[in-house]
């Protein structure tokens, strides 16, 4: 077991990592939810069946009364109409302020329950349960919650710090290898802005059953970096726009394929390879630098590269919250383990996009 604390001023929180950890979530919520009756248990179509009993029984045996909502896997769930059946499954439940939500499951069970909560009743506390790489690494510690519009990814959200988060690594070991490979773009992008040693590490495992070898590791490392992060930019306005290397591009891969043809971690991937070969293109990034990003995708069975048309990136370009004005934030490396925010003019990314990376 190895736990880590988020020492955000009034918001700490704990995040816990421990093979079998999700036998112990009614014990360690009650730890931190000592005033809660109620426990809204939010997970989806595919975790339901694998752990939705598990967790509801042990939360069921430390007091509380739980009400479960299984919501449709997918990215299509994270949306507006989702958003407003939560409400009404909490409000049906008699859910109060002192009561709390449970996110239990990847991506898009957390980041709509955790807006959900930071939403309902002006702001219940939750707790975040992932079962799912991506989500144990990235997108569960750091209290972005979001929801998606038609329009684009994320574009209604808040910053909401759960209370607690618990990670069990054996709900790795249920994952596909597609899913899993899924959330090592995201592992990768720590080693490559923040931490070349642990970059290295991850080309010497080789593969997921070398990853599984060191997981405990992989995880607190990650997790240690985001938080680190999160602690001096909670709202995202500085340094924390780093973690989003490989995404405004990424988005526009997701969005051109309507969240349908590519996952989140896939279309980070080429993200990540593309920024790395504009860091090239600008001076910023040196070559062997860009080869080891390529090598790194390739290594964990990701895309290299995504088609994508001038008009899916300057819709997506155009929505990024990088953004400012004529203007965006583009993240590029200077080295291996090192980035930085670049100000880059959007009609020069376009033209730089438009010499090799259109459809």
Known sequence: MVTLNVPLPGRAYDICIGHGILKEAGTRCRGVLPKAKKL???TDSNVAPLYGDMVQKSLEQSGFTVHRTVIPAGEASKSMDMLMHLYEEFMDFGLTRSDAVVALGGG???????FAASTILRGVDFVQIPTTLLAQVDSSVGGKVAVDLPSGKNLVGAFWQPKLVLMDPNCLTTLSD???HDGMAEVIKYGCIMDADFFHL???CGGRKGVMEHIEQVLFSCCSMKADVVLQDERDTGLRMLLNFGHTLGHA???????ETYTHGQAVAAGMVAAAELGVQMGVTPPTVAQEVREAVRCYALPEKIACTMDAYRGAIGLDKKGEGDEIHLILLEEMGAAKAVKVKKQRLFALLGEGYGA
């Open 40 to 42: 809204a248990l939010v």
């Open 108 to 114: 898009v069970v957390g980041d709509l329950t955790g």
């Open 178 to 180: 597609a899913i899993f």
């Open 202 to 204: 991850l080309m010497d």
């Open 253 to 259: 891969y997701e969005q051109a394929y309507h969240y």
